[in-house]
């Protein structure tokens, strides 16, 4: 009896032993097991994405890489106290055209104050549109260009001259780097009659201006009633160009650049996309936005060769793709 209780006692002590070894085998193999595997899943996936991302990324889809230059530059990029414009962003990606005398590039349906004036390419060119309709519409030539794109110099001269005229609480003209002047996207405009300067306020057949503005891609960009979101009292004589069919979004729904900038935010790649029809093409949009967190971010745009696309920074940190379905 003693030899056989001993003998059960070793084998019941090996039992023990053997299951908490087993037990603590799979205890320990789980762990690192859990954990490696998740650490190889976000590797392989795109940064920013997510399963069902990549999934619809590998039929529709590819990736572009942008740099943070690119989140700086293009017809979006919001521009006020708090976003400086960088004069040294060069975009790789973005399309970005220089700037260019209006003089020399206008239709004769309106005026520019003089050879200096300029702006960029594709905003002069819709702004000809625009006003060519315009012409069309009143039968007269009565608007005039009369500010566009500011270097840092001018815009120090300009607050200078401003401090001594109001004092050093005015508000009429921003620090340099802050003025939305230096991006060639936008103008200041007057009427012209007679031989006679005007401040323009949009009133009688000029409201053509006000009402059709989104059509070409402009906005009014500091309306009345949404000082204490732009920060900037009520201009009625400055035009932004912003691109269809976001001028078009923004027209419609009563929102200024920093609101519109803040609404695309909420639609990453990831996740719904902003959906827009111009009313006068019936041409269809898809907008998302990516976020360039480090230096540069991967970007997806469409796979397919005829795809139309356009790429702009949001100068906050991000870049908006806008697709033409
Ligand atoms: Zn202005």
Excluded at 131 to 140: A, L
């Amino acid at each position: 009896m003693r030899k056989n209780s001993g003998f059960i006692y070793v084998i019941i002590t090996c039992l023990v032993f053997l299951n908490v070894f087993v037990y603590s085998k799979i205890i320990t193999r789980e762990i690192p097991e859990i954990v490696y595997e998740n650490t190889e899943n976000t590797q392989n996936l795109p940064e920013n994405e997510d399963e069902n991302g990549k999934n619809e990324l590998d039929e529709n889809y590819k990736y572009i890489t942008v740099t943070e230059n690119d989140a700086k530059s293009g017809p979006l990029i919001l521009v006020n106290t708090l976003y400086p414009y960088d004069f040294d962003a060069f975009p790789t990606v973005v399309h970005t055209e220089e700037n260019a005398s209006v003089y020399y590039n206008k239709t004769d349906s309106y005026f520019v104050k003089d050879i200096n004036v300029s702006l960029n390419k594709t905003t002069i060119s819709a702004f000809n549109d625009f006003i060519d309709d315009f012409y069309s519409s009143v039968g007269k030539k009565c608007v005039i260009i009369t500010q566009g794109f500011r270097t840092y110099e001018e815009q120090k001269e300009m607050l200078e001259l401003k401090i001594r005229q109001y004092g050093e609480n005015q508000t009429v003209a921003q620090k340099p780097g802050f003025s939305e002047h230096h991006t060639g996207y936008a103008m200041d405009i007057s009427t012209y009659e007679n031989n006679i300067m005007g401040t323009f306020t949009g009133e009688n057949e000029y409201a053509f201006i006000f009402d059709n503005a989104y059509k070409y891609g402009f906005i009014l960009r500091y309306p009345q009633g949404k000082e204490d979101v732009t920060g900037i009292s009520y201009e009625s004589w400055h035009f932004r160009y912003v691109g269809v069919p976001h001028a078009q979004y923004m027209y419609e729904n009563g929102l200024t650049l920093e609101e519109y900038i803040k609404l695309l935010s909420l639609y990453p790649f990831e996740s719904g996309h902003l959906k827009i029809t111009d009313k006068n093409t019936l041409e269809e949009y898809e907008i998302y936005s990516v976020k360039v967190d480090a230096n540069s971010a991967s970007v997806p745009v469409p796979k397919d060769e005829n795809a139309v696309y356009s790429i702009s920074g949001d100068n906050t940190g991000s870049v908006i793709v806008t697709i033409k379905k």
